[in-house]
């Protein structure tokens, strides 16, 4: 009846040098003791404090690991150094010392991104030394053989977790999926703690790794028809409101349910809540039936999805907005893949982005040099738009020059980049996204 049983693991352990609840293996040990070099000692010190705090009796094992240490002027600013190697020793392993850093030891990715796309950058308005000095920190980065990925979707560019695969991932929209559909295992990682299972290949055994914390609490049900992404997406806002940091297991969905449908749900839900794992029994990939992600419990609650919630989630996520006129449009939040972009390229066929609007795509960078090859960006350009890659306004706080009220189909982004940055946001469909992108008014 229970869900994936994943790691047992009887290798001797002892205590570790804190004397907290966390045991290390002799491994463990010599990275902690020193005997390994000042940076693993570092790094290890950092997982058993936070493994401690976090109740956690043991390390476990980890081979995919995404973090965000891209470095630019905000972070040397705050430190008074441009050295890669500084920022990266005080910022990511929360040290006073200038550490020898050592190669990763684990598969290891940029994931949450940087404020910069690498061909774009000028026009995002950055200064030419704060593109030189975001290039400086990937050079360091790659030269500890951290891939640069710069997504927060590295499934959509193969970084692809297996069921069961213990990982340790940081970005909000990602965990949910990868712990979701795919049956992998993370807790929402920090940009210390990553860096620190970077070198080492260990993050602290708690949370989500475990089994027993795995099982749903509440049951959900709609009372609607939740298809397009559009109810997707505006459905996992709804149900984040409700559930706060729960799990929900969804009954009556009929599969298959479109991979980017899931994505925005996941990118919702840890938006207006922090759920990090949902079950959809037949369409993710844990539970099998209600019961079964309920491991034969009763449910804390029974929560309908009606459609005066999903009114109430459109109201509220279009409240920032005075008015109608657009000037900017946003797709891509979480990073859009290919066929996201190469609807938005059919949208705009034959037809041209009102001027003074900016209209801008984001994606993984690799999937920009496929689209490119596909034809997706010339026909985006000949309409008046670009396709962005590395960065997004929200992550990397910029709007284009002047911008008041933008348009997206991200329930994410227009959470997050009104407060942020002090526009006004519009939500709704791709299809919305684009006429307004064409017009220049948003018509609900
Ligand atoms: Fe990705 Fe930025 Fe959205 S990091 S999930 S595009 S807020």
Redesign the pocket.
Known sequence: MTLDHVSEDSTPRRTSPRGGSVQLTDEEWSMADGSEGDALAAAMDLLIRYGDILGAERLVKTNNVCGAFIFGPRHSKVLETTDPVTLFSEWALDSRERLSVPPVRAHSCVQ??GPRDHQNWKLQSLSDATNKEITNSEDYLSSLGVSILNT??PYHVGNVPTRGEHCAWM???AVPYINSVLGARTNTEGRESTAAAMLTARIPYTGLHLTENRHATHLVRTDIPVNSIFEWSAFGYWLGWHLRDQIPVIDGIRGPVDPIALKQFG?SVNSSGDVELFHIPGVTAEATSVEHALNGRAPETELVFTRRDLDAVVEHLNSTATGDEIDFVMI????ANLAQIRDVARLLEGRKIKDGMTFWV?TPSALREVARRSGWVDMIERAGGRVMADT?P??GQFVPPGAKRFATD?A??VH?LPPIMGVEGRFGDTAACVEAAITGRWVA
């Not at 891509?332 to 990073?335: A, W």
Request: aromatic share 10%.
């Open positions: 949450l991104i927060c979707t970005e909000s929209s990118a891509g939040c979480p990073h984001f997004c929200a992550i991200s994410k982004q997050y």
